[in-house]
């Protein structure tokens, strides 16, 4: 069975700066799924990547999935509170089902 | 702008209770899931249905049923509550097309005492 793995577990950034998730799956990508969680509440869908090589944009988010199609990478720019949240990713793994990561938590501090 | 709707956002039940998630869509989706999110494990697929009264089971299945009567309702079913079904669970939908992801509802958190 596929396995997504993501790292780190948990990050702190001050306000303002730059930081990287990452997203390491144990077989081939063919549909990779970003997604944003606040506490305590559902998944909010960010991006979908599914050719190597592609990287999408939304705000200050970008996500790319690597050539090889093996790890995804989750890029916020210049942070701010409201990004906040466990980020999640998700991968195509039959029967129409996703198979998740365990979420990175992050942080960001005034 | 679509919808998935949990019944309950919090819940409380006793030890051996029969305890009904109920999940709502409003999206003519054909796909729908249950899974529970715990720290340190993730989120787990319990049961899945593509179809009215087609179900699959997920990965951790045991000690739960599902029920699909209807295209746009799929309820989880704890038969015997124990303490460790003690939860959030998240339901979502899913178009039957390529390149569509879930859409998750607001998740529902079980405490069983």
Not at chain 2, 63 to 72: D, M
Request: charge should be positive; aromatic fraction near 10%.
């Amino acid at each position: 069975s596929q396995e997504l793995e993501q790292s780190p577990q948990s990050l702190i950034v001050q306000e303002g700066k730059n930081l990287t998730i990452n997203c390491t799956s144990s077989k081939t990508l063919y549909g990779l799924y970003w997604y944003k969680q606040k506490y305590g509440e559902g998944l909010i869908f960010l991006m979908m990547l599914q050719k190597g090589g592609e990287e999408k944009s939304h705000e200050k988010i970008t996500a790319k999935l690597d050539e090889k199609k093996q790890q995804s990478s989750l890029h916020i720019t210049a942070s701010q509170p409201s990004h906040a949240g466990i980020y999640l990713c998700g991968a195509d793994s039959g029967y129409s089902t996703l198979t998740f990561g365990k979420g990175t938590m992050l942080l960001v501090s005034p | 702008d679509v919808k998935v709707t949990q019944s309950s956002r919090y819940l409380v039940k006793r030890t051996g209770e029969k305890v009904f998630l109920e999940c709502v869509q409003d999206m003519d989706h054909e796909n729908m899931f249950w899974y529970r999110q715990d720290p340190g494990l993730g989120l787990r697929l319990i049961y899945f249905s593509y179809d009215v009264k087609m179900k699959e089971k997920g990965d951790i299945p045991e000690g739960y049923s599902v029920s699909r009567e209807k295209k746009e309702r799929f309820s989880l079913i704890l038969e015997s509550a124990s303490t460790n079904q003690t939860s959030m669970y998240l339901c979502a939908t899913r178009r039957l097309a390529p390149n569509y992801g879930y859409t998750f509802g607001s998740g529902t958190r079980l405490t069983v005492v």
